[in-house]
């Protein structure tokens, strides 16, 4: 064998993983080719950031830092900021540390390192549920760092979804390794961040309901989330301002979709606004009515719960409250997207689905960042159902009982 095999085969112990030189390189070249493609696009200057985080970060400078956590969202020019404190303890960090810096770059910075936080994440969520495969688990890596939900969301939008979502997929890794404790300190996290975490829950609920996670340290999500306020309530925020601020986030919008392709792009958009908040209200309760009746027929079905079992389940599950509930943004699906990268890997017959949700995904952030040729979203609804059934029919197929595990407090035959 040639000296350079020898080389690029060489083997080390990393962790669980066991790595060759040459994916290690491989590795090495992928996360500097993402950061070139991420600064690439750093000068693209979105909507939501000349009209909110510029803001953010001006009134942030403007209040000399910490004092910036005092002021009430709303009642003055003072701070316009409409987030849960956690990412405003960011901007107040980033005050601190600017210089020179421009604060978009800033901005960009933080949500671009998360990024690759969950890049490393799927990578070992791939390895987990491959049963070791590195092969596969560098090229879920590879994936995550070029996915268009993933770089244009932090790199050109100047958003933060890669910070919710990080935590999350650690909650689902936890989940897998059924280390119950961290799953929902993790969740937590993300909910302090992030009220689209709450899309991960029926996740959780359905798995607690098949007995494959323990429910009594669901308390850390509170003590968590009141924890995160401590400093801004220090600073002078009224505990009931803290408190409220997903509450004020649910009345903020009126529109049945924000440019995703949800149930709702059929309906016109001219309704009235009490009519608009009507069919809200409708359908959230049908949702909720939806989501009760899955977990109660898996809950009744008796089969095996594998890892592949509880990847499609988080994909369909998220996707399907995208679809189902209203007022939903286009980058709310981001933590089934980036899942998706997995499910691809396992059967590359499911890459497929990968790939459209990455379609659907370019064609809804162009229509916001680069005014997209695509005017009406209704066949990217269909698109998105035909998505949603092949996934619900997957999971179907996976919880027929080849082999027969009760049922949470259920003692049942085998019907031959």
Known sequence: MRAIDNFLN??????????????ALFLMILTCIGLFF??????????????????????????????????KPG????????????????????????????????????????????????????????????????????AVMFLPTVALNSA?????????????????????????QRTFIYLAIAYSFKQQAIFFMPFIIIMWLKNKIKIRYIFWIPVIYVLAMVPAAIAGRTWGDLLGIYGNQVAMFSRLSMNYPSIYTIITSDLAVPTRKLLIRGGTACTLMIFGLLA????????????????????????LCCF????????????????????????????PVCAALQVITMITYTRYLFGSTVTILWPLTVAMLVIIIFLGYDLYTQMQPETVVPAPGVTRKKVK
């Open 156 to 180: 050109a939008w100047g958003q933060n979804d890669s910070i919710y979502t990080a935590f999350i997929l650690l909650s689902f890794y936890h989940a897998l390794k059924e280390h119950d």
């Open 296 to 319: 109660y027929y898996i809950y009744k079905k008796e089969f095996k719960i594998t890892p592949r079992y509880m990847l499609t389940l988080t994909i369909f599950t998220a996707e």
């Open 10 to 23: 060489e083997e080390y112990k990393v962790g669980n993983f066991t790595i060759r030189m040459i994916d």
């Open 324 to 351: 189902c509930l209203p007022v939903m943004h286009e980058r709310y699906g981001y933590i089934p997207e980036v899942l998706a990268v997995v499910y691809g890997l396992l059967n590359y017959k499911k890459m």
């Open 38 to 71: 991420r600064l690439s696009l750093y000068d693209i200057v979105s909507g939501d950031y000349k009209t909110a985080f510029a803001d953010w970060m001006k009134e942030c400078h403007a209040a000399g830092g910490f004092a910036y956590l005092g002021i």
């Open 75 to 142: 009642v003055s020019d003072a701070s316009t900021f409409d987030y849960n404190c956690m990412f405003q303890y960011i901007i107040v960090i980033l005050h601190y540390i600017g210089g020179s810096i421009s604060d978009m770059y800033l901005v960009k910075t933080v949500s671009v390192i998360f990024d690759y936080i969950c890049a490393v994440t799927v990578m070992r969520i791939t390895f987990h549920v491959t049963d070791g495969n590195v092969n596969k688990a560098v090229m879920s890596y590879a």
